[in-house]
């Protein structure tokens, strides 16, 4: 299988420790084995309200489905959307919800 991971050194993530368990002992730089790259994920310790408060105050651009009911957005067909849920929710109720997964392959998770 081709991957275009194999074309770059540096990896940079949106990942943070509160996302899910899995995530709570990510290191904000450390060494992908699997790719033979080096990932970066500077968000690593910043909560959801505190990424949502700079998105506003610094007027960042961000995915309209967020407000459409789609707390997390990944592939068009492995997301779905969460009723109820508002802008500043986190919850991967929405993704993967057929497949008991919590991972896309990317991250260390099993892949689709």
């Not at 699997?34 to 310790?45: A, D, F, H």
């Amino acid at each position: 299988m081709y991957t275009v991971m194999g074309e770059i050194d540096v990896w940079i993530t949106g990942l943070r420790r509160s996302q899910s368990a899995s995530r709570a002992n990510l290191k904000m730089i450390e060494w992908d084995w699997r790719y033979q790259l080096l990932k970066i994920s500077p968000l690593v310790k910043w909560e959801r309200e505190e990424i949502w408060a700079y998105i506003q105050a610094n007027k960042v651009p961000y995915n309209e489905l967020h407000e459409k009911g789609y707390p997390t957005v990944g592939c068009t067909h492995c997301t779905k959307m969460v009723p109820g849920s508002t802008i500043g929710e986190y919850s991967r109720k929405g993704r993967w919800s057929e497949l008991g997964k919590t991972e896309c392959g990317l991250h260390g998770g099993e892949g689709i």
